[in-house]
């Protein structure tokens, strides 16, 4: 690829464009996924994220970055949005919005903390909270690109109605025995749970991780306090710092 046409791309993907709300669906009772149709979209990788902005009618504007939950494979560019009780755009996306509005968006937008299926692995995911949507978007590629790498999710959330994709994660899991999905959940354990019932710490990561002599790859993704402190455990348990990623939002949540 030639630095004109890589330049050229670049500018296309930070360019604003308009796309239409297609499809609206709720995964909890605070969050939901929204399709879009773009007109000048060109691919993602999973891990990758957009930039939303909302104009009110006086001006003023607010932007918002939202990780990509779809996969590469998928036709429609989809979103996972919480609400954030103090938010500015989140609320509006989640409870306002409906199919057919347009919303301002450009993307898509980050180049490290990607996964693709020619990557190999083993391949280890932290979540905490909506930290699952981009590495849901890696799941939904493994399964699309048929790929057999040995994963484990480790998915931290305050209670079961609080887990985004459930039932989609319970279908991924039983269609794959190198797939094992590991929830933990902090304040509200569902009536006769045998799992994990508190944060993310260093005995279960050992537990659910895999050795880190097999080198394997690893994405953590929450809020600031959890990305950092699971990195951090990983880290000391062994991994390669090279081979851990993160990636973090906003200073809800406490640690793991």
Do not use: N
């Not at 609206?24 to 939901?32: D, G, L, M």
């Not at 305050?158 to 991924?172: K, S």
């Not at 794959?176 to 045998?194: E, K, N, S």
């Amino acid at each position: 690829m030639s630095s004109a046409t890589g330049a050229t791309d670049v500018h296309r993907r930070l360019d604003w464009q308009v796309g239409t709300v297609t499809a609206k669906r709720r995964e909890t009772p605070a969050a939901c996924t929204l399709a879009l149709d773009l007109p000048h979209w060109g691919g993602h990788l999973a891990g990758q994220h957009v930039d939303i902005r909302l104009t009110a009618e006086d001006g003023y504007q607010a932007q918002r970055s939202y990780s990509i939950a779809s996969a590469p494979e998928q036709g429609a560019l989809e979103l996972t949005i919480e609400r954030l009780a103090d938010g500015e755009v989140s609320p509006y996306l989640v409870d306002d919005v409906r199919e057919g509005d347009q919303l301002e968006l450009r993307g898509p937008i980050g180049g490290w903390f990607t996964w693709q299926a020619s990557d190999g692995g083993p391949l280890l995911l932290c979540a905490g909270g909506s930290g699952l949507v981009p590495l849901m978007a890696m799941l939904r590629h493994r399964a699309a690109a048929g790929a057999g790498t040995p994963t484990r999710l480790l998915v931290s959330a305050r209670g079961a109605e609080d887990l985004l994709y459930a039932g989609e994660l319970e279908e991924l899991m039983d269609r794959d025995d190198r797939l094992a999905i590991h929830p933990t959940f902090t304040r509200h354990p569902p009536p006769g749970w045998m799992g994990y019932a508190r944060r993310v710490d260093r005995a279960m990561l050992g537990e659910v991780a895999f050795d880190p002599a097999l080198r394997p790859r690893c994405y953590v993704c929450g809020p600031t306090a959890f990305a950092e402190a699971v990195a951090e455990l990983l880290v000391a348990l062994g991994h390669d710092p090279a081979l851990v990623k993160t990636e973090r939002f906003g200073a809800s949540g406490g640690g793991p």
